[in-house]
């Protein structure tokens, strides 16, 4: 169980409006809550979504709003064994991510970073020629070139080690 945080603009998009009294548990995931923001690349229409806790993201097509949280466990099942993450982990949370709630941005800190990523993002997917169809860029490998990326909340750790060291520590 986690909660998909949405910025204001893709609460719209998705014709979603969060009611701030809906009691939300602590998620269940180990890399907690996940945040979603718009990203348009040319005519390439995409979602960034990034972990709370460690600030792996993941980048996925904005086509059907509804199917939003199921894409990002799919790109999560993707990336999450390419940073060496143990099967009976990614499985693990991919179970926990069935369940969620929808709610509104909470953390600064996060936005912040996603802004960071989203002019990353936008970067690397027009040096591939990706923003016109987006049909010969791999959206996941660039969600791992930004993994690569040092970040300031997690104190300047790359979110690929602090997401293994999250995993490593669950045990």
């Known amino acids: 169980m986690y909660v998909l945080r949405c910025t204001q603009r893709l609460l719209g998009r998705l014709g979603i409006s969060a009611d701030p009294t809906v009691p ?3 998620p269940t995931t180990t890399l907690g809550n996940w945040y979603a923001n718009p990203l348009n690349v040319g005519r390439l229409r995409l979602v960034l ?10 980048l996925v097509p904005a ?4 199917a939003l949280p199921d894409r990002l466990r799919e790109a999560v099942g993707r990336l999450l064994p390419r940073l060496g ?11 926990e991510m069935a369940w969620h709630q929808v709610g509104r941005t909470r953390s600064r800190q996060v936005l912040g970073s996603m802004n960071d990523f989203a002019f990353l993002a936008d970067a690397y997917i027009r040096d591939e020629g990706g923003h016109e169809s987006g049909a010969n860029i791999d959206l996941d490998q660039i969600a791992l070139t930004l993994a690569r990326a040092p970040c ?5 750790q790359s979110p690929d080690r602090f997401t293994w060291a999250l995993f490593e520590g669950g045990r």
């Open 24 to 26: 939300e548990s602590e």
């Open 49 to 58: 979504c990034t972990s709370d806790k460690s600030l792996l993201s993941a």
């Open 63 to 66: 086509r059907g709003p509804a």
């Open 85 to 95: 993450i143990e099967h009976s982990d990614v499985q693990r949370e991919l179970r």
């Open 152 to 156: 300031r909340p997690i104190e300047y």
